[in-house]
């Protein structure tokens, strides 16, 4: 149980054009789905917090307007790079917690790459 | 503002060696901690998720344990295997929010 799946799992693409990846917990229900960033060597920064039927709330210094964040379901979230530059370069992880657990425990997917041209 | 730091950065061991890995943490007021492992180009596998009541967990060969007061924490790995390599990454919770991660260890383990 508790598997998070992305989509895709790598996305090359030109400047200027917008990219959408997927976010979806397979096997259980989360309110909650968080998007990361990860550059080279680095730890994982946290873009934005995006609960089920609400607006994403987003961590200082992330453009909401650059990175559009939908939680249109229990098992659903899609985070859209819009108007994709070079500098948006990274690895994308999501992670979600279930619905019914207080634990506070956090399982990841599996990364989204995004490269830019 | 929570901060995470894990020291060493890098870790090569031989096969077979009992290694530790450090966490610390500077705010102690955590709801819990987990220690993941990241594989290159992979997302996280979340190995062990100890409560801010709790002390240590065991899962295997790994053993974590939080000393909050102090804000530290460590993973244990016994016996370690070629297959243990991978980063190992720290992160703390201040609530039932999100996770302040710390920047991993880097862990070879040669046969």
């Known amino acids: 149980g508790a598997v998070v799946s992305q989509h895709p799992s790598w996305v090359i693409c030109k400047s200027g054009t917008s990219v959408k990846i997927e976010c979806r917990s397979l096997?259980?229900?989360?309110?909650?789905m968080f998007w990361y960033r990860q550059f080279p060597k680095q730890s994982l920064m946290l873009m934005a917090t995006?609960?089920?039927?609400?607006?994403?709330?987003?961590e200082q210094g992330v453009e909401k307007d650059k990175f559009l964040i939908n939680h249109a379901s229990l098992t659903l979230s899609t985070l859209t790079v819009t108007s994709a530059h070079p500098e948006d370069s990274s690895f994308y992880i999501c992670?979600?917690?279930?619905?019914?657990?207080?634990?506070?425990?956090?399982?990841f997917g599996e990364g989204s790459r995004l490269t830019v041209l | 503002k929570q901060e995470v730091t894990q020291i060493p950065a890098a870790l090569s061991v031989p096969e077979g060696e009992n290694l530790v890995l450090n966490c610390s943490f500077t705010?102690?007021?955590?709801?819990?901690l987990q220690w993941f492992r990241q594989d290159p180009g992979k997302g996280l596998t979340s190995l062990l998720l100890?409560?801010?009541?709790?002390r240590e967990q065991t899962s295997g060969r790994l053993n974590a344990s939080l000393d909050k007061s102090s804000g530290r924490s460590t993973l244990y790995i016994a016996a370690s295997q070629p297959g243990d390599s991978a980063t190992y990454l720290c992160a703390v919770s201040s609530g039932y929010s999100t996770l302040t991660f710390g920047k991993g260890t880097m862990l070879l383990v040669s046969p």
């Open positions: 705010d102690s007021a955590i709801y819990n």
């Open positions: 100890i409560q801010s009541s709790q």
């Open positions: 995006s609960n089920e039927g609400s607006k994403a709330t987003y």
């Open positions: 992670s979600a917690r279930y619905r019914d657990r207080n634990t506070g425990e956090l399982f």
């Open positions: 096997d259980f229900q989360a309110t909650t």
